[in-house]
Structures are given as structure tokens and as C-alpha cells.
């Protein structure tokens, strides 16, 4: 099938490479940021994913030639499918903002010429494909054309996870198909002809909300585990087992209850935030979703809470003088994303609560700097920030290192040298990732979910 997919992100970019890899379809790719293109076109892969670049290197090579990429919104009247992948950032008051979806609508109505299908897989509210339908036909009656368009609305959610995204797409437990015409989901079924089994269709509506109860009730099981982290730290009690002794029920499942600074990145919050605003504003509160986003907000401050028992002075009301070790800054393993990465949050919140101390961070996608030098000059805080090469760097006199994110490298440092390197000895592990009883007798250590050993 001929597919144009409008937007190269995570999801768009993703979708293109492994459409054209496994399914064969003809996929041209657009998307409004030339430079993005220019490096897309040339075989650079904008993103850090694993196994993106060389599978779009593959799949751009001249003998394959099922992907292309472009900023011209001409490139997608002749596709049988356009699908829609641009981002759909959370507004101040929760709500989603669909700017980007519906510009994307008013670009399509510009140039289609013949009936054509759009499939939504951002993720997007219950009641977008309808506004996206009136936006298009609306500049569809101010072309005065001589002949009628219709234009059909499906939604396509997508489920990948950062990280993991190429054998998520590749891979999937499900493909959720929601459209309410039979053309749209003839056409989507035939895009995903080599998944028939995993797909399920189902309506419109019912898709769009499939995929935002699907992020909040995986959310909602990380909150529900940090939610008893205050209470077992009180009382001695080890929430890592008592997560696996609850986990191996497989009606409960071990995946998504590991306890951790809160969950980031660029959509369970912002899905969170988002299914409780439609809920409240079309009908009453929802106090599940309401709990999930403030224990998620409770979660994150539970390194600082560990460096101010350390570390406050109680004759100035501040944090003693010290130098603190962020190790991580990503929102997860296996990627560059700092969007909502807890990592972040604690920096500046550390920094709020006391202006005088120094952070020094390492992240192994030092790519990320790029990203972060921005944020931080923006947030006026960037004169408290020194950029590390390595974790040993990072180490080098600091009082206490925060591990953030779990990235697997950490655990083959050298935790000897780590401790010559650092002039104190607290070592607060948010993500319990390392040996609880060799840490214990190393270093004053803190683990996420496990008690506090005084040494
Ligand atoms: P992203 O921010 O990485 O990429 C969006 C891209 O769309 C950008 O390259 C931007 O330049 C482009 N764009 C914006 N407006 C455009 C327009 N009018 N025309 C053409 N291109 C345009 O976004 P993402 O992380 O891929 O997320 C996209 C959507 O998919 C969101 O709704 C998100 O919630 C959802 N989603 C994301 C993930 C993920 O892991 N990131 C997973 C599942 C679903
Ligand atoms: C998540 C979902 O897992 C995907 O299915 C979905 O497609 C995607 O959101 C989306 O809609 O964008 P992603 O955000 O990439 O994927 O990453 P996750 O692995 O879900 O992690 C999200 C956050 O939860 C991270 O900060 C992670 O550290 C945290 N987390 C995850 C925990 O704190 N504990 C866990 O047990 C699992």
C-alpha cells in the first residue's frame, strides 16, 4: 500500500522504518522540520533508538526504496492511508492540546485531491476525529471544488515504549483498530497484513480511549507501588519483596511495579493528565487518575527528602554546602528523551530548595547535553550545572550521588573507586538497582523500596 505518515518523532519515524521493512508498503514520511528531513534524507537518524539507524539506513538505501522522506504535503495525494503521528503536548489546565493534529488537517485539505483516509496514532482524546473531519471539510468548501472529497477519520493508536520501540512495533500484543467505516478498517488491515491475528477492531472512540486507559492503568500501577514506600520505610519493611510476592499472582503480573522517582517522559504524564480532564469535564471527578498524578508528584521528591535528612542545616534553614552527583538523566534506559524525566525535576527542585548547590550530571547519551544546557539556561540555573564525561567524573568530590535512571552501564562501575573519587559517602539509589548488601557496607546507602541500613 502506498502509506504517508505525517510526522518523523518516536512514533512517526518508527512506524515508517519498520512499515517499509517488514510489510513492504511504499511509506513516504513527512514533516515540517526541514533540518529533520535533510538529516532523514542523508541517512542521519535524528532520534536515539536502538536498532533505528541501521534499519533506516537500510531501508532508505536506493535498492530498497520503500521510504522516503519529505516536507511536502503534495507527496501524500496519491497514498491510500495517510496516518497522522505529530505530537499532542499536554495545555496547562490538562487538556491536550491538538494544534498539531489539526494543522495537519488543514495542510491534508489543502492538497488532496480524491477521497482519501487518515488514521490518528498519536494519541488523542475521544471527539479528535471528529474535529479533525470538520477542520477538513471546512477548507475542503472553501476550495469550491467541482467535485465532492470525502474524507474518512480512523484511529491507530500505537504502543511502543521508548527504549524498545523497533521490537515493540515489530513485535506487538496487540494492534488496535478503530474505525467506523469499512473501508478505513479493510485498509488498516491490510497495512497490518502481517500481524491479522494481533489485530482488534473496534470503533473510533473506543480506540482513542484504549490507548489513554492503557497508559493511565500501567501509571497507575507505578503510583500504586510508590505509594507504599513512605509507609514500609516507617516500619522496616522491604517493598521489593513485597512487590514480587505480589507480582508472581499472575492476575496482578510483575511488569510496571517497580518502585522509582515517579514516572516520566512525554506521555504518562501527560496521558494521565489528560484522561482526567476529559472524565472531569464531561461528567464528575475521577479521584483514581487525580491520585495517580499527585503520589507520581510525591514520588519524585523522594531523593531530595533523602539528601535534606543528610545534608540540612538546621541553624541556616538550607542545605549544607555540597556537590551532588546526578547519575542520569534520561526518563529511562535506551534513550535520549529528558521530557519529564524525573532526573530533571530533581535538579531543579534540589537547586530551588537551595540555590547553592552544585550538580554534577552524567548521562551515557551525552547527546542529551544539547537538550539540557537549553533547559537549564531557560530555568536560570545553568551556572550550578557541570557536565561530566563519565560516571567516575561525576563522582569526583561529590558529597553523595543520586542514581536516576537505570541505566545497565552503572552496574559495572568500579564501586571501589567511585568511593576514593567522592569526598562523602552517601549514595541514594532511586531506582535500587545495585547490590543492597554490598552497597549497605560501602556506603552510607539509600535504596528505593528497601530500609535504610546505618552503617
Ligand atoms: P515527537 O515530538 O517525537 O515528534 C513529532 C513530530 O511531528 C516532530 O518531528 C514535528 O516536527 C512533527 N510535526 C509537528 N507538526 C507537524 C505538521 N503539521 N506536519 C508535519 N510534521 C509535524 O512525537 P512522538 O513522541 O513521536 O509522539 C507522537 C504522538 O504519538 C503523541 O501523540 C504521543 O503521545 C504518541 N505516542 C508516543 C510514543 C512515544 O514513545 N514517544 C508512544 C506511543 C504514542
Ligand atoms: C509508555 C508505555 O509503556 C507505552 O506502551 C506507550 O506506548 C507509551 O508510554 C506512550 O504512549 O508514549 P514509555 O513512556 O516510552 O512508554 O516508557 P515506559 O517504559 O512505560 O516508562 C515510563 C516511565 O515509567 C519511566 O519513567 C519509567 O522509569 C517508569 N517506570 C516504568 C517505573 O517507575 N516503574 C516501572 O515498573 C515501569
Not at 530533571?344 to 548547590?357: A, G, K, Q, Y
Request: with cysteine; net charge negative.
Amino acid at each position: 500500500m502506498k502509506i504517508g505518515i505525517i510526522g518523523t518523532g518516536y512514533v512517526g519515524l518508527v512506524t515508517g522504518v519498520c512499515l517499509a521493512r517488514n510489510c513492504k508498503h511504499d511509506i513516504v514520511c513527512i514533516d515540517i522540520n526541514e533540518e529533520k528531513i535533510e538529516q532523514l534524507k542523508s541517512g542521519i537518524c535524528p532520534i536515539f533508538e536502538p536498532g533505528l539507524k541501521t534499519l533506516l539506513l537500510k531501508e532508505n538505501s536506493e535498492e530498497n526504496g520503500y521510504l522516503n522522506f519529505s516536507t511536502s504535503y503534495f507527496d501524500l495525494c496519491d497514498r491510500d492511508m495517510i496516518m497522522i503521528a505529530v505530537g499532542t503536548p499536554q495545555r496547562e489546565n490538562g487538556s491536550t492540546d491538538l494544534s498539531y493534529i489539526l494543522d495537519c488537517g488543514k495542510q491534508i485539505a489543502q492538497v488532496i485531491t480524491k477521497d482519501t483516509y487518515i488514521t490518528i496514532k498519536s494519541t488523542a482524546p475521544v471527539g479528535t476525529a471528529d474535529k479533525l473531519k470538520n477542520i477538513i471539510d471546512d477548507v475542503l468548501a472553501d476550495r469550491n471544488l467541482e467535485y465532492p472529497i470525502n474524507v474518512y477519520i480512523s484511529s491507530n493508536p500505537e504502543f511502543l515504549k521508548e527504549g524498545s520501540a523497533i521490537e515493540d512495533f515489530l513485535n506487538p500484543a496487540r494492534i488496535v483498530i478503530g474505525a467506523d467505516d469499512s473501508e478505513s478498517k479493510e485498509r488498516l488491515l491490510t497495512i497490518y497484513q502481517d500481524y491479522k491475528d494481533k489485530c482488534f477492531c473496534t470503533d473510533v472512540k473506543s480506540a482513542q480511549l484504549i490507548k489513554y486507559a492503557a497508559n493511565s492503568f500501567l501509571a497507575t500501577k507505578i503510583s500504586f507501588v510508590n505509594s507504599l514506600i513512605p509507609y514500609c520505610e516507617q516500619n522496616g519493611i522491604n517493598l521489593q519483596d513485597v512487590v514480587y510476592g505480589m507480582g508472581t499472582d499472575p492476575r496482578i503480573g510483575d511488569k510496571f511495579l517497580k518502585p522509582g522517582p515517579g514516572y516520566g517522559g512525554s506521555c504518562f504524564p501527560k496521558d494521565v493528565a489528560s484522561l482526567c480532564y476529559e472524565i472531569q469535564s464531561t461528567s464528575s471527578s475521577y479521584e483514581i487518575l487525580d491520585s495517580v498524578n499527585l503520589i507520581n508528584r510525591r514520588s519524585k521528591h523522594w531523593p531530595i527528602t533523602k539528601v535534606i535528612d543528610e545534608f540540612y542545616d538546621d541553624n541556616t534553614g538550607k542545605l549544607k554546602p555540597i556537590t551532588v552527583a546526578i547519575f542520569g538523566l534520561a526518563f529511562k534506559p535506551y534513550t535520549d528523551d529528558i521530557r519529564c524525566s524525573s532526573s530533571i525535576d530533581c535538579i531543579v527542585d534540589l537547586i530551588d530548595f537551595d540555590s547553592s548547590t552544585t550538580i554534577k550530571v552524567f548521562d551515557p547519551l551525552s547527546k542529551t547535553y544539547d537538550a539540557l544546557k537549553s533547559y537549564f539556561e531557560r530555568a536560570n540555573i545553568e551556572n550550578n550545572i557541570i557536565y561530566s564525561d563519565d560516571a567516575y567524573d561525576a563522582a569526583y568530590n561529590a558529597d553523595v550521588i543520586i542514581v536516576m535512571t537505570d541505566w545497565p552501564q552503572f552496574l559495572a562501575l568500579n564501586m571501589n573507586k567511585i568511593k576514593c573519587l567522592m569526598k562523602g559517602d552517601v549514595f541514594i539509589d532511586s531506582r535500587s538497582m545495585f547490590d543492597y548488601d554490598y552497597m549497605s557496607t560501602m556506603f552510607n546507602y539509600y535504596s528505593i523500596g528497601k530500609p535504610h541500613k546505618v552503617k
